[in-house]
């Protein structure tokens, strides 16, 4: 699985990032990226990561 975060609409909330650490931090530009790929028991947490976004700019696929 892959996960990609859209820059352009983060508002920095870090939420991804408290909720899945291991795949989302934040950049040195202020924003969410996603620096790992979400695997085994990490992807449950990056799919409540996705969805839980406010703004919706995160994205998976397999
Ligand atoms: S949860 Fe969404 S808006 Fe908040 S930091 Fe992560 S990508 Fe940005």
Redesign the pocket.
């Known amino acids: 699985m892959k996960a990609h975060?859209d820059k352009s609409g983060?508002?920095?909330?870090?939420?991804?990032?408290e909720t899945c650490p291991e795949v989302?931090r934040i950049g040195d530009d202020g924003?969410?990226e996603a620096y790992a790929e979400p695997d085994g028991s990490i992807k449950d947490k990056a799919v409540t990561?996705r969805d839980?976004?406010?703004?919706a700019?995160?994205s998976l696929e397999d």
């Open positions: 975060v983060c508002i920095a909330c870090e939420l991804c990032v989302f924003l969410a990561a839980n976004c406010p703004v700019v995160i």
